[in-house]
């Protein structure tokens, strides 16, 4: 069974960075497309990035493209997404999900809190 832990969120100023972690066990991540999602408080869960099991493409929302970046490291299955240049719409809770974008999406971590707020 897919166990996914997310870590690597916090308190960040507008215009900051933070990069998030996701550490994936109980599956093979090399064969797994993974994706980044996230929900804001009052809203709907958003698919933010994904990328291919082989890391060959990658793909992102319009709100964090150029801004936002996702990679992986499949020798120690783990996930990443850098954040930079952050906003308070950015606020969220960050989920890593196996599948890319919602297809396939079949395990998700607990997430991880982000708050961008001056």
């Known amino acids: 069974q897919a166990h996914l832990v997310e870590s690597g969120g916090g308190l960040a100023q507008p215009g900051g960075s933070l990069r998030l972690s996701c550490a994936a066990s109980?599956?093979?991540?090399?064969?797994?497309?993974m994706s980044w999602a996230r929900q804001a408080p009052g809203k709907g869960l958003e698919w933010v990035s994904g990328?291919?099991?082989?890391?060959?493409?990658?793909a992102y929302a319009d709100s964090v493209k150029g801004r936002f970046t996702i990679s992986r490291d499949n020798a120690n299955d783990m996930l990443y997404l850098q954040m930079n240049s952050l906003k308070p719409e950015d606020t969220g809770l960050y989920y890593c999900?196996?599948?890319?974008?919602?297809?396939?999406?079949?395990?998700r971590g607990q997430g991880t809190q982000v708050t961008v707020s001056s």
């Open positions: 990328i291919f099991s082989d890391g060959s493409d990658t």
């Open positions: 109980g599956f093979t991540f090399s064969v797994r497309a």
């Open positions: 999900v196996t599948g890319f974008l919602g297809r396939n999406a079949d395990s």
